[in-house]
C-alpha cells in the first residue's frame, strides 16, 4: 500500500513539473520580423513578433532577449499602446519580461513591436586608413532570433544606403534582396540559436560623434534668453596613417535651431569665425557650417561654440505667485549624432528662488549654485543637470518653478546709485577734513 502511495506521489510531482515546463514555455512565435537601419552611425532596430499561446493557461508575460551591445528599448501592442516591462541580465543576454494589455487565453496570436537604438553599434573594422581612403566600419550580430520560444518563421532585413554605405560584404549570402534591402529567412528555429554574421561597408561620409557637450541657458525676466553650446565633436573613423591630404573644403554639419533663434554667432575657442550659413524653413532655422580645424579623420576633434537668443515669453509663463521656465535641456546638436557626455547649466533672474524642477528623462540632477554676473547683487540660482549617451530621442523640456519679485529688478538701479551717491559723498568728506587738517 505504501509502494502505490509513493509511486502515486512521484507521478503526480511529474506531471506538475511537465505542467510548469508546458506552462514557461506556452509561448510559440509564428512570425518575427527583424529589420536594421544601417544607414546611418545611429543603428535603428525594429521587431515585429506575432506569437501565439499554446499552452492551456492563460499567460499575460511575453520574454524577450538580448545579446546585442546595451540598447534604448521600447514595446509598444497591437495597439500601439506603450508596454511595461522588467529587466534583468544573464552571462549571455539581457531579459526583458513584458507585461501584456490583457491576457493571452490559449490559441490565441497577438502582435507585439520593439523597437531598439543602439548608439554604438557601428565601429572601425579597420584601425587606420589613409586620407584618401573611404573609411570602413563593421556591424555585428544575430542572423537568427535568440529566443527561449520556438519559432516558426524568421525573417531578417538590412536597410541601406548608397550614399552612406558603400562596398557591402556579408559573412553569410543573403537569401533574397530588393532595392537597399538585403534579406534573410529562416524557418522552425529552435530556443536559444545564435549564428555569428558580419556585416562591413565603406562611407564617404565622415562618422561623428560628440564627446562633450557644455550647454548654458541665460534666463531674462525680461526680453531675451541667450543660449550657448559649446560642443566637443570627433571624428569615430579609423585613424590616418600616412601623410595628411589638403583638400578644397571640408564636410559641412547641420545644427537645427529655434524658428525665434536671433544674433546667432558661431566661433571657435580661439574666437575664430568659421564657414556659416543659415536658412529657414517653416519648422526652424538650419545652420550650415564646416569647423575651423578638420574633422577629416578618426580620432581628430575640434571645438566650436554656439550662442544664439530667444524671446523670453515663449518659454517663461506666470502660473499664480510662480513663474514656469519650460525649455529643452539640450537641443538638437548634430544629425545622427550620440552625446557622449553633457553637462547643462540653466541660470535664473537675480534674486529669483527654486521652487521645484522636473528633470527630464536620461538626465540627472546635482547640486544647485549661485551665479553671479557682473551686474548681480543678489545672486542667480543655477540648475544644474548631466547626461549621459544622449541621442535625438532624449531632447525633453526641463520644468522650472521660481519665484521672482518685480522690485528684484530695481535692486541693481539703487544699489549703483547707492554706491556712487557713497563715492561722491565721500570725496566731499574728505576734501572738507583734509582742508582744515591743512
Partial sequence: MWTEFAVASILLLKLQEVRGTEKENAIQNIQVIHLIDITTFIVKTKYKITFKNVGYHPTDKYVFELVDSPAFTTFTGAKNETLPYDKSSTQNSTVYIVSLRQELLPEEEYTIKIKLIFPSKLVPSTKFSRCYDEHSFLWRGNSVFYSKYFTKSFRFLFVTDPVFNRNIQTSIMYDSSVKNMLIYYAKNVTPFQYKEILLTFTSPIPVFRVKKLFRSIYVSQFGKIQLEDQVIV?????????????????????????????????????????????????????????????????????????????????????????????????????????????????????????????????????????????????????????????????????????????????????????????????????????????
Avoid at 578638420?294 to 581628430?300: A, M
Avoid at 530667444?310 to 549624432?337: C, G, Q, S, W
Avoid at 543678489?378 to 525633453?396: A, F, M, P, S
Wanted: a neutral charge; glycine letters at 4%; hydrophobic letters at 40%.
Fill in 234 to 438: 570627433e571624428n569615430a573613423g579609423p585613424q590616418l596613417l600616412g601623410p595628411y591630404c589638403n583638400t578644397q573644403s571640408d564636410y559641412w554639419m547641420y545644427t537645427h535651431l529655434p524658428k525665434t533663434a536671433e544674433n546667432i554667432k558661431f566661433f571657435d575657442v580661439l574666437g575664430n569665425n568659421s564657414k556659416t550659413l543659415v536658412y529657414e524653413d517653416e519648422r526652424h532655422k538650419t545652420l550650415k557650417f564646416i569647423p575651423r580645424y578638420s574633422l577629416r579623420q578618426g580620432g581628430w576633434k575640434s571645438t566650436y561654440i554656439l550662442q544664439y537668443n530667444v524671446p523670453t515669453y515663449e518659454y517663461v509663463f506666470r502660473n499664480e505667485m510662480e513663474y514656469l521656465l519650460k525649455i529643452r535641456a539640450i537641443d538638437h546638436i548634430l544629425n545622427d549624432v550620440m552625446v557622449e557626455d553633457a553637462e547643462i547649466k540653466i541660470v535664473l533672474p537675480d534674486g529669483g528662488t527654486i521652487s521645484s524642477v522636473m528633470v527630464p528623462p536620461r538626465f540627472e540632477k546635482y547640486n544647485d549654485t549661485i551665479f553671479h554676473t557682473s551686474l548681480s547683487i543678489l545672486g542667480r540660482c543655477t540648475v544644474n543637470l548631466r547626461g549621459k549617451i544622449l541621442l535625438e530621442e532624449n531632447i525633453n523640456d526641463i520644468i522650472i518653478k521660481y519665484q521672482y519679485s518685480q522690485f528684484n529688478f530695481l535692486v541693481a538701479p539703487f544699489f549703483l546709485m547707492f554706491l556712487v551717491e557713497s563715492v561722491f559723498f565721500s570725496i566731499i568728506l574728505w576734501r572738507k577734513y583734509s582742508e582744515n587738517i591743512f
